[in-house]
Structures are given as structure tokens and as C-alpha cells.
């Protein structure tokens, strides 16, 4: 599952233009991933100047707990 | 006061938003401006810089807004041999934070009207015709009809894609970018510096505009894949580390920069794409300022008369004013960015050397490009029609 720290982040929207699913919302000061859309391609995390977005392969996101 | 229907509808108050609202609202058409910040103009997401020209086409150049007069490049190879090159034209690095709400001004002042803090987020049809836009604003959920709607929202767009328009980027494609402006630190202020290679920006470059001479935007762009294994921020970090231990920050910004030609199509029924939305940047330059603007101008002034003529059907027009003026012109661009994109450290040391061997007054923008493509005839023609050609 992706996970955004939102501490870290600068609300740049680079991560939402390279999302190929259209899962990330992001408001003034404010980033959401919409979890029923995402598809955990990683390519968010890849692209973040800033290292905002984490890859976390042994977290408990919804498509790992639906298999 | 707001009005439950428009007949344009404009999201985004950046550059090309504001210039497809003024120029759509010259032309006696009702247009509203709904931006999602709080502030025109801020956050500034840019290393601002942009040509004289490019900017004197829509708005008279204003010291309030002008930071530096920038005369001289200066790029910098991996083994440290640094070309200048006088400019042809003068640049400027802006304050956007001020060009922007001057902008809006003008926008305003042509009869727009604009609300900050409205957060676009779901477009009304009409059959498979856009026809208004869904909106958050002061904690309510809006609608707003109008007969087209311009997306100018920028590198993170949306409103296109629930149009159908294909607006996702290959992260591959996208430069991820972060910038400081730098304060107490030593810059000439009319040269802008870029550093090559692989310790500073691979699959990009590394830029220092300054904004005084004591203080610069400092940042760089790498390709997607680059960032993958080694961040921007990363780059930025060692960077300042090595070269300005002392340095205050007084800005932090990241940013993806769209490195592409334009969409294939950025216009479907009733909705039309402007600025980073429809991927107008300069691929090579990364630049989106000035084609931006134009971009904008443009799809306000079919939008508008489009609505005149009562001719929905019109918005296409878009497509090709734009590619005429500037799309075309982006498809050279990238093929000589594709050409020197993975360049080594060794080429660009060699391009250098040669460069250098250039007499001064040869040094021009279009020579240095001819000298880095020698070994590649095809690229060598685009170079011509981008830089020796007006």
C-alpha cells in the first residue's frame, strides 16, 4: 500500500499527474490517495522530488487484504 | 456576485488561466475564474524565468514583478569548464507571487470574475458534451453551468481526464523538480548558471537564477527514473552541502515539469486544456511560462468565439492555432531533448571544450546546440529551425 507522509509533502502535484488511475486528490494544502482506486503501481513514489510517497509492501492496504 | 451560469468557465488562476479568462472576457463573453488556492500566485511552483519577449506579449514589463534582468548564460560541464553565453534577447527571473496577481488583474480588469479557495471537482454533461463544472466552496458543494469549461489546473489536472482527454503523464516523461530560494550567498545577478551531469541532474539539469546578488532560486529537474533511485532532494542536499554550507532558505518548493510535447487532443466536447494541464511546456527548456500564456490566449479567444458564433462545434479550432503557433514547434524541441537527454558526463565535457574553442561572439544559444549534435545530421536541421529562424 502507498502511503503519503503529509508532513513531508509540499502539495506539488507531481505525483498526481503520473498517476495513471486518477487515485490521488490534492487540495491547497491537503493530498489524499483514494485507496478504492489505487492500484499500488508505485509509479507516485518513483516520480516525488521529495520522497513524500512510501511503498510499504508489508502494509496492510486493501488490495493486499483482499487476496 | 456569482451567477448560476457562465459562458466560460475557466479553472485555474495561473498564467494561462488568467490569460484565456482576458481574453475571452475582451471579447464581451461572460468568464468566471475558479482558482483552489487561497492566494493567486502562491505557492509559487517555478524557478521563474522567462523571456523579455515572452512576457511583453501579454503584460508590459514592471519592475514590481521583475526580480533580475538576466543577460548571460552560463553552463557548467561535469568536469567544471563553464561556457557564457551572451543572450541575444534579455531574460528575467520574476516574482511570481506578483506576476500572477497582475495577471488576474488583468483578467479582472477585461471583466472576469474570479473566486479564490473554489475546489473544482466534478465537471456536469450534457450527453457527452462538458457543460459546467462541480465545485467546493466555503464547505458547500457548487454547480456552475457554462457552454465551455478551460482547464488551466496545471500539472496536477484532473478536470480533463473526467472529460475523457488522456492527460496522464509517463513518470519516465515527468522531471521531478525541487528549488530553494537561497538567501546570504554571493550571485552575479544577471547570469543564470546550469550544471550538467550525473552528480548534479542527470536526464536534466541544475539551475541557479538569481533573484539579487545575494539571493537565487536553486534547484533542478531529473528525469522519473533518476528519481527512483536517487531523489531530487537528494541532489539539492549535496549540492548545498558542498557549495553553500551557509546558506538561509527561505523558500522550499518541489514540482513535476511536464517534459512532453502537448496531448494529442486538448479539447473534447465543451471543455478546452491550457498551460501545464494540456502539457504545453517547452520540453527542452522546461520553461511553461510564456507557452503557458499563449496557450491560454488562445483558448479564450476560440472559446469566446466559439460561444459567439454559437458554434460548439468551433472549440477544435483550438488544436490547431495552437499547434501552428507553438505545438510544433514543442515536437522539435523534444526531439532535440530526446537527442542530448542521456548525454554523458564525457559528452557534455566534450561539448564543452568545443564550445569553448568557439570565438566569443559565436557563442550564441543555436551554436552551442549545433556543436552538442554534430554527430547527429537529423538533429542538426531541428536545431536550425528552432534557433536560427525566426
Not at chain 2, 509517463?170 to 552528480?199: H, L, W
Not at chain 2, 511553461?288 to 460548439?312: D, F, H, Q, R
Amino acid at each position: 500500500m502507498i502511503e503519503i507522509l503529509p508532513d513531508k509533502c509540499d502539495f506539488c502535484g507531481c505525483c498526481v499527474g503520473v498517476c495513471p488511475v486518477d487515485a490521488i486528490e490534492l487540495k491547497e494544502a491537503e493530498i489524499t490517495i483514494i485507496e478504492e482506486t489505487c492500484t499500488n503501481c508505485a509509479k507516485c513514489v518513483w516520480s516525488c522530488p521529495i520522497e513524500v510517497l512510501v511503498f510499504n509492501r508489508n502494509g496492510a492496504g486493501k488490495k493486499n487484504d483482499e487476496k | 456576485m456569482m451567477k448560476s451560469e457562465y459562458d466560460i468557465v475557466v479553472v485555474g488562476a495561473g498564467p494561462a488561466g488568467s490569460m484565456a479568462a482576458r481574453f475571452a472576457a475582451e471579447k464581451g463573453v461572460s468568464v468566471l475564474v475558479l482558482e483552489k488556492d487561497r492566494d493567486v500566485g502562491y505557492p509559487v511552483r517555478c524557478g521563474e524565468a522567462v523571456s523579455k519577449a515572452g512576457i511583453e506579449e501579454f503584460i508590459p514589463s514592471d519592475p514590481k514583478f521583475i526580480a533580475t534582468v538576466i543577460n548571460k548564460f552560463s553552463f557548467i560541464a561535469p568536469d567544471g569548464s563553464e561556457v557564457i553565453v551572451p543572450l541575444e534577447e534579455e531574460g528575467y527571473i520574476l516574482e511570481r507571487r506578483i506576476f500572477d496577481y497582475e495577471l488576474a488583474k488583468t483578467a479582472a480588469a477585461a471583466g472576469a470574475e474570479i473566486l479564490t479557495r473554489a475546489y473544482v471537482n466534478g465537471l456536469l454533461f450534457d450527453g457527452n458534451k462538458v457543460n459546467g463544472v462541480k465545485f467546493e466552496y466555503d464547505g458547500e458543494q457548487k454547480e456552475i453551468k457554462s457552454k465551455i469549461v478551460i482547464a488551466a489546473d496545471g500539472v496536477e489536472s484532473r478536470v480533463g481526464r473526467w472529460a475523457g482527454l488522456k492527460t496522464h503523464i509517463d513518470f519516465r516523461d515527468m522531471e521531478s523538480a525541487v528549488q530553494i530560494t537561497a538567501s546570504n550567498i554571493s550571485v552575479k545577478p544577471d547570469t543564470c548558471y546550469f550544471y550538467f551531469g550525473e552528480e548534479y541532474a542527470p536526464q536534466g539539469y541544475f539551475w541557479i537564477f538569481p533573484k539579487d546578488s545575494k539571493t537565487a532560486n536553486i534547484g533542478l529537474g531529473v528525469g522519473g527514473d533518476m528519481n527512483r533511485k536517487k531523489s531530487a532532494l537528494t541532489y539539492l542536499n549535496n549540492f548545498m552541502k558542498k557549495n553553500y554550507p551557509g546558506a538561509s532558505v527561505l523558500t522550499r518548493i518541489a514540482g513535476g515539469v511536464p517534459c512532453v510535447p502537448t496531448l494529442d487532443k486538448i479539447v473534447a466536447p465543451g471543455i478546452m486544456l491550457a498551460g501545464d494541464a494540456a502539457r504545453q511546456v517547452n520540453p527542452l527548456s522546461g520553461g511553461g511560462i510564456a507557452s503557458g500564456m499563449i496557450g491560454g490566449s488562445i483558448a479564450g479567444t476560440v472559446a469566446a468565439e466559439s460561444v459567439l458564433m454559437n458554434k460548439p462545434e468551433y472549440v477544435f479550432e483550438y488544436e490547431k492555432r495552437w499547434n501552428d503557433r507553438l505545438g510544433k514547434r514543442h515536437l522539435i524541441f523534444n526531439r532535440i531533448k530526446n537527442g542530448i537527454y542521456n548525454f554523458t558526463d564525457e559528452q557534455f565535457n566534450g561539448i564543452a571544450h568545443a564550445a569553448l574553442k568557439l570565438p566569443e561572439e559565436k557563442r550564441t544559444l543555436g551554436n552551442i546546440f549545433k556543436t552538442a549534435l554534430v554527430n547527429k545530421p537529423k538533429l542538426l536541421i531541428d536545431v536550425a529551425k528552432v534557433f536560427f529562424t525566426k
